[in-house]
Structure formats: C-alpha cells, structure tokens
C-alpha cells in the first residue's frame, strides 16, 4: 500500500512538472507597471497564466484575459526598490511580457554638486535616480577620459544621494598628476547609453615630474609618477606607478610612453 502510494505520488508529481512553466523577471521598480499577453491554452479551455506572484505575494490582478496588467504601484514599493515578478503557465503554451525592459534600471540622475576636497576625495550628489546603476569614476588624461573606479548607485529618486571616492589611495596605478587633474562620473545603464557628469578639476601644486633618463633599457623619472607603456600596435603593454620603467623584457621597436600629464616616443635598440 505504501508503495502504492509513493508511486501515486510520484506520477502526480511529474505530471504537474510537466504542464507547468515558469517565467520569471527580476529588476527594480522604475514607477511602471508590466503588461502582459495572455493566450489561450491549446485545449481551448480557459487561458495560459495559471497565477502570478510579485515579491512573493499572489498578484492583485484578473488574470483571465487575454491581456493585463500588472500593476506593480499596488505593493507598496517604492521606486529603485527590488521586484521579482513569477509567471506560472501551462507548459503547452507561454504568455508574453509586452514590456520586457521595465524593471531594467535607466540612467536619469541629476547632478546636484561635484567636487574634489583638498585632501583628494571626489564627493558628488545626485537626485532623480531610477534603479541601481555603478557609477564609473573617470580622469582625463592623456587626452582621453580613463576609468579608475567603480561605486555602485543607490538608485533612490530622493532625497539627494551622496558619493565619495579617494582619487589619490584607492586607484593603484592612476594617481592624480601634477597641475590641473579633471573628473567626472558616468553610467551606462542596459540600452548601453551612457551619461556624464559635468567634469569637475583638482590642482596638485607640484614640481611636474621630468625624465631623467631614456636611454637603454630602464626609463628613470624625477618622482614616482603613474605610467602607461603602449606598443608600436597601441597595445597596452605595461601600466603602474614607479620611479622607472624596466624595458628589458620588451623586444626591440617604438613604444609609446604615458607619464605624469605628459607623453613620449621611446625607441629600444
């Protein structure tokens, strides 16, 4: 009887895998609702969507229909805040998220203020966030903007999130170079657009670093100095902060030399 039962069990258990589907969408709430489509099942009795959860709790919405709407404003949630929307479906059919993307965070921050401490923080205040974004630290130099770091966003609208980020300790090989360094902050949310802060600049008064030699194969500065060392192809070859450069374990050829605010052709013989 025992092995009866267990059997029962079993088969219940496998047939109602095998007419059951899930999809399931994870993201943050952006103020918008998610729509769906809702066709009917193969066998012409009732519709596909067999039920809903958000966050767990069973939907407040009529699911038969051939369309809906998910009204995510119904639960409490608050905008940049974590959804995870379950759709549980006959397996012979699957019903369709019209709007996909909707819980996918956007960039819309608002800078409020940027700036750079005396002692080499970056703070910056935002507002208008939606989602939860990385924010990317940059500083031009070498006539192009360059990352050196990450902090992730809040997310939160309101009230105004504040950020800092040591731009002389935390980066390892982009330290700020003597005379007048820029930054900015950017995001890149998931239609790959990117946005940027207005740039802000921070004065390092300085004696600039100066070469002191080139020749052969060690490159010598007056003062240890971030560098970047790139190949005759634009390779990125060697990076760091030092008082020299070791050029012996590169072949001979022209390589191109980044250091302090400056640049130079080397050539190894």
């Known amino acids: 009887m025992k092995k009866l039962l267990l059997s029962i069990i079993m088969v219940s258990s496998v047939l109602f895998g095998a007419y059951a589907g899930e999809i399931k969408v994870d993201g943050y709430y952006q103020g918008t609702s998610v729509y769906v489509q809702n066709p009917f099942s193969p066998d012409g009795e009732g519709y596909c969507i067999s039920g809903i959860t958000v966050n767990g709790e069973s939907a407040k919405t009529v699911i038969s229909s051939s369309a809906f709407e998910i009204d995510l404003s119904m639960y409490s949630l608050k905008v940049g805040d974590k959804v995870n929307v379950v759709i549980t479906h006959s397996d012979d059919c699957r019903p369709k998220i019209v709007n996909q993307n909707v819980l996918q965070p956007l960039s819309t921050f608002t800078i409020t203020e940027i700036f750079v401490s005396p002692e080499g923080v970056l703070n910056w205040s935002t507002q208008d966030e939606q989602g939860k ?86 490159i010598t500065f007056s003062k240890e100095t971030s560098f970047q060392v790139y190949d005759k192809f634009g390779n990125l070859v060697a990076e760091g902060s030092n008082t020299t450069i070791n050029m012996s374990k590169f072949e001979e050829g022209k390589f191109f030399i980044n250091y302090d605010a400056e640049s130079f052709k080397y050539k190894k013989k």
């Open 133 to 218: 974004l990385d924010y990317i630290v940059e500083q031009y130099r070498w006539e192009r903007w360059l990352v050196i770091g990450r902090t992730p966003g809040s997310g939160l609208p309101s009230p105004p999130q504040s950020y800092t980020f040591d731009i002389k300790n935390k980066p390892i090989n982009i330290k700020p170079h003597t005379g007048i360094n820029k930054y900015r902050v950017r995001q890149v949310d998931y239609k790959g657009k990117s946005r940027s802060s207005l740039e802000t600049s921070y004065k390092i008064k300085e004696e600039p670093v100066e070469i002191t030699n080139k020749k052969g194969d060690e």
